[in-house]
């Protein structure tokens, strides 16, 4: 029999649209998928030449569980020259991606019973990795812009609070959190004493000339109960590589390494040589990406706001747009109703052959998911077959 900890969890809802639009495709549909979050970019080439010269110079056996050093070192440049945050080496451990980083952390600070806020909408994985840990997730929604609610934050805030889930900018939403809101977080965690998981892994993608607040910058008693999670999947096009860290106050720091040496061990040696070089010399490419993201972003939004029934709140980073379409629910469609966004999806999917998330699967039910790390050539197309798709209901 299975274990009720698997048992009372729920599969990841974005993998299994993933591999049901691949079973779609190998059936020979044309199916242009907006449901994954993964930059259609090839990694740089000097990332993939420093792999390369990694494997034939022979680094393919165990690195150290955290690390190899010249990677832990680079990443703590790299935190002081873009976050203005100082970490020592034996504060970063690199891990399997950041996925593995954020249930790293988890494991480290969560006892069983302990409250862990996320506010919503939030990424899928965050509610299953807390309540695999042994925690209690309370899910706290953020205001009509998707900013942080410090209102309904504060009111949440128990004895059992243990930490909280940030992520800016935010998948599904594209909202990036403000500084206020940031340091007021911040001086909550210090006075109610939880950590705060800042997921930073989109913090190069930030478009309208804002910039990323890294909430351990904010204050000496706010970097103690932080911890910072990032990697190269959306920042460089490194998704395959699973190359993400993060960087914890010490005790912290210790307990996730031992804890990664008895689950995964080192993150793949060569792959951590090959991150290196992306960190030290990846800039250009960031710049190049960046800008291509915010023209996408762009007309995205512009083109999905224009779409009958539709609306959404522009996004201020990562590469989603968040549409509320709840003016669909209870619509009837040859001969089927639509119930809510995963009706609408599947209308979509089946109609337009095209795939977008439901927002039940972020907790907006009212909601869709729109990911734009896709061709201009595709996002017209798509966005094209949508909008013939809607106008049948006439509104």
């Not at 128990?158 to 001086?187: H, M, Q, V």
Request: hydrophobic share 40%.
């Amino acid at each position: 029999m299975l274990s009720q900890r698997i048992l009372n969890m729920e599969p990841s809802a974005t993998n299994a649209l993933f591999d049901r639009v691949a079973k779609l495709r190998e059936a020979g549909e044309d199916i242009i998928s907006f449901n994954v979050g993964e930059p259609d970019f090839i990694t740089p080439d000097i990332v993939r030449d420093a792999c390369k010269e990694a494997l034939d110079a022979g680094k393919t056996k165990y690195a150290p569980v955290t690390g190899v050093g010249p990677l832990k070192e680079a990443i703590c440049e790299k935190l002081w020259r873009d976050n203005q945050v100082h970490y020592d080496p034996d504060q970063i451990c690199i891990s399997t991606g950041a996925k593995q980083a954020v249930f790293n952390s988890l494991m480290a600070i969560c006892d069983p019973g302990d409250e862990i806020i996320v506010p919503t909408p939030c990424w899928v994985s965050y509610v299953e990795m807390i309540k695999l840990a042994g925690g209690i997730p309370v899910l706290v929604e953020t205001d009509e812009v998707f900013q942080l609610d410090m209102k309904k934050i504060k009111e949440s805030l128990t004895d059992k609070t243990k930490g909280i889930i940030i992520d800016t900018p935010n998948n599904p939403t594209g909202a990036c959190y403000n500084r206020e809101s940031l340091l007021e977080l911040g001086n909550l965690a210090v006075e109610h004493d939880f950590y705060i998981i800042a997921d930073e892994v989109y913090e190069t993608l930030i478009y309208d000339g804002n910039v990323h607040v890294c909430v351990a910058s904010l204050g000496e008693d706010i970097y103690e109960r932080s911890i910072v999670v990032n990697g190269l999947s959306k920042s460089h096009a490194m998704t395959g590589w699973r190359v993400g860290y993060t960087a914890a106050p010490k005790p912290v720091a210790k307990g996730i390494a031992a804890l990664q040496s008895h689950m995964t061990s080192n993150s793949t040696t060569f792959v951590q040589w090959a991150a290196v070089e992306a960190l030290k010399n990846g800039a250009e490419f960031i710049a190049q990406m960046h800008e291509e993201f915010e023209r996408r972003r762009n007309y995205v939004y512009e083109t999905v706001n224009a779409l009958p029934g539709i609306t959404c709140v522009k996004p201020g980073g990562a590469f989603y747009v968040m549409a509320d379409v709840s003016s669909y629910f209870g619509k009837e469609i040859d001969g089927n109703v639509i119930k809510d966004s995963v009706d609408f999806c599947n209308y979509l999917l089946n109609e337009a052959k095209v795939a977008i998330m439901p927002g039940k699967a972020f907790w907006a039910p009212d909601t869709v998911r729109i990911a734009y790390p896709e061709s201009m050539e595709n996002l017209q197309e798509g966005l094209g077959r949508i909008r013939k798709a809607l106008e049948r209901f006439g509104i």
